[in-house]
């Protein structure tokens, strides 16, 4: 199991781990871990082989997590590319309903155009609706709802060999 993001919901908070039942556990290199503990996660001595407290690893995993987060403002998106939230070009995104609470907002970033993307409540549109104008796409018809259906199809009664 690898993972960018360790869980720290597998530790145990009373339990003392070694840098290799960390990089198990994580299913990381060792090497990841020794990169923790110069980055300051604390160990219980400065003995070999180097013990880490559960809850101090959960603490450091936490804040790691909590440094790199990127919340966005009303109107913003976030942009994968350009790793920074930011408003869409010309003000403009397009609102998707997942379902009957939740949906997608879609921009274009000004600076890579590339898509960006937001899940957003129905319930906090109204905010977002002040800093941006949203478009609400129709849904095609279904063939039953047409008086008079076309199908459309490039199949041939022939048959070909």
Known sequence: MRTRHPNYRRLKIHRNYTVKDIARLFGIHKNTVWQWIKAGLPTIDDRRPKLVLGCQLIDFLRA????????CQPGEIYCVRCHVPKFPAGGMAEYRPINEKIGNLTGICPDCNSMMYRCASLAKLGEIREEMDITFPQALRHIGEISQPCVNSDLRGDVRP
């Open 64 to 71: 790691r997590r909590a440094r790199r987060k990127r919340p």
